[in-house]
């Protein structure tokens, strides 16, 4: 079983749709859980990142953890075409540099 | 904030020879990392680059292989040696500030 397992799409929405991102984990030392954007030939850049369990919202973006199902999430309201990129959730247990990084989602926003 | 560029942002390169790709911060900066990035594969971290010391590999990155230089806060190279095509990859170098990690742009190599 892999560390940290995302379903690697492609998601494709119409254009406002509410979108779900997700990945789950194995290792319960996880404490630090991030989500990346990534562009076509561009490196990956961070979007958001929680603390242990909980809500975190950040305009249209909410991620969620819940650390007793191992188990995070990436909400997208209101979805626009610029949206459209891979998805990389990434997480460690407290070493900065030791980020374990899901295989990312694609999603593509259709206007 | 951290601008990382790399340089090449691209190579297409033949069988048995080496790439040194380089890595430039904007900023003076302690750590600095190199993943891997496989089509349809997580980013994998190669090694951590340290300024004043020996680079510290990950499990199945070798230095041999993956020679590492960091010769001052804000650069550092990654070399690809005796490339074979399962080294074609994205090469990413990254730098932290904080909690958030900076990505450059990556490398994009393609070994023939």
């Known amino acids: 079983q892999k560390e940290v397992e995302q379903d690697p799409g492609p998601l494709s929405v119409p254009e406002g749709a509410i979108v779900s991102l997700n990945c789950t984990y194995s290792?319960?030392?996880?404490?630090?859980f991030m989500w990346y954007r990534q562009y076509s030939r561009k490196g990956p850049e961070l979007l958001m990142y929680?603390?242990?369990?909980g809500n975190k919202e950040d305009g249209r973006f909410t991620a969620q953890v819940d650390k007793s199902s191992k188990y995070i999430s990436l909400f997208i309201r209101d979805s626009q075409p610029s949206d459209s990129a891979t998805y990389l959730c990434?997480?460690?247990?407290?070493?900065?540099?030791?980020?374990?990084f899901g295989k990312g989602t694609k999603l593509s926003v259709k206007p | 904030s951290a601008v990382i560029s790399q340089k090449p942002s691209r190579d297409i390169c033949q069988r048995g020879t080496s790439l040194t790709i380089q890595c430039q911060v904007d900023?003076?900066?302690?750590?600095m990392f190199w993943y891997r990035q496989q089509p349809g594969q997580s980013l994998t971290l190669i090694a951590t680059?340290?300024?004043?010391?020996?680079?510290?590999?990950e499990s199945g990155f070798v230095i041999d292989k993956f020679p590492i230089s960091r010769p001052n806060l804000t650069f550092s190279t990654l070399t690809v040696s005796n490339m074979s095509p399962e080294d074609s990859s994205i090469y990413l170098c990254?730098?932290?500030?904080?909690?958030?990690?900076?990505f450059g742009p990556g490398t994009r190599l393609t070994v023939l």
């Open positions: 990254s730098a932290p500030t904080g909690w958030e990690q900076f």
């Open positions: 290792n319960s030392a996880f404490q630090y």
């Open positions: 929680t603390y242990s369990s």
């Open positions: 990434a997480m460690t247990g407290g070493s900065q540099g030791n980020l374990i």
């Open positions: 900023s003076q900066v302690t750590m």
């Open positions: 680059a340290n300024q004043g010391s020996e680079a510290t590999y």
